[in-house]
């Protein structure tokens, strides 16, 4: 029979682990409490504390009656733009490093390790050295203040994640089947749409997972290169921000930031198990 006593040692573990889970987790219960509490009560109080009152216009008023940067409809048309953003950008990133994982780890060709060391460089380059060339390089191709240029920008950026993933786990992939496909006449694309691409969805999710939290979450770039109605939900959560400095409304500010943070939490939640896989599925060869 399996012995169920726990040695201190383990007991230690498991307080570390809840005191950890705890930490991370506090900012959000305060989040989602507040967003459930009416300005009154918050004022009347402190920023920590159950809701007397489930306030559940709090999160009416943030997806479709707060102004923001003047324009009185909520959140919605911002929480539009970052899916118009970061649906395509995702789509497009997965793809084209899936095709320059496969190029760099199966499809060998002279100089392609140093190819593979120069897309991969970009995940240490930090996002500030990026402004001024992208800066540039949207003023010249009028993609200025557009969804547009913010779809490039994440889709050229998110290549180095994308294609580290895909290169990795396609390098635990046997030699001989892209040897026999050579055989019998297949070429680099046919290869890939028949052969690769059906092998390749625990990575494929991993990456869609990645990009898609990524550029949901990212706010350097859509606050710098976008203004006004062509923002991402989360510059528009800053103009909120400011919208309310001299009265606080912080339950609508909570609501607020629970909606922009929900499809970032499901998309995790649902492909989360995915993920891990994903991850470890081209540890080994």
């Keep these: 029979m399996r012995d169920r006593t726990f040695a201190p040692s383990r007991i230690l573990i498991y307080l570390i682990v809840l005191l950890i889970a705890a930490a991370w987790l506090a900012p959000l219960a305060v989040v989602v409490l507040n967003s459930l509490r009416t300005n009154e009560e918050i004022a ?6 159950w809701p007397q009152h489930l306030a559940w216009s709090n999160y009416a008023a943030a997806w479709s009656g707060f102004c923001v940067a003047e324009t009185c409809a909520g959140i919605q048309p911002y929480m539009l733009n ?8 995702t789509v497009f990133s ?14 060998r060709f002279r100089g392609d390790s140093w ?15 990026r402004l001024l060339p992208w800066t540039i390089v949207l003023r010249d191709t009028g993609l200025m203040n557009t969804l547009t240029g913010l779809v490039v920008i994440h889709t ?11 290169r990795n786990y396609y390098v635990a992939i046997p030699q001989e089947l892209i040897r026999a496909a050579r055989i019998d006449g297949a070429g680099f694309f046919r290869i890939f749409w028949r052969i690769i691409l059906p092998l390749s ?23 710098t290169f976008t203004t006004g109605q062509q923002q991402p939900v989360t510059a528009a959560l800053i103009a909120l921000s400011a919208a ?25 939640l649902i492909g989360g198990k995915y993920f891990v896989r994903g991850l470890t599925a081209g540890a080994v060869k």
């Design 156 to 166: 050229i950026q998110g290549l180095s994640f994308t294609t580290l993933f895909c």
């Design 201 to 223: 969805p625990p990575i494929l999710v991993v990456t869609v997972i990645w990009q898609f939290t990524h550029i949901w979450n990212e706010f350097l770039y859509g606050v």
């Design 82 to 89: 970052s899916a118009l953003v970061t649906i395509p950008a």
């Design 44 to 49: 009347q109080g402190s920023m920590i504390g």
């Design 115 to 129: 190819i593979y060391g120069i897309v991969t460089l970009g995940i240490f380059l930090p996002q500030q050295m």
């Design 94 to 107: 997965t793809l084209l490093g899936a095709v320059a994982g496969y190029a760099v780890s199966l499809w």
């Design 244 to 268: 309310v400095a001299d009265i606080p409304q912080h339950g609508v500010q909570s609501a607020a930031v629970m909606i922009a943070a929900l499809p970032t939490l499901l998309i995790y």
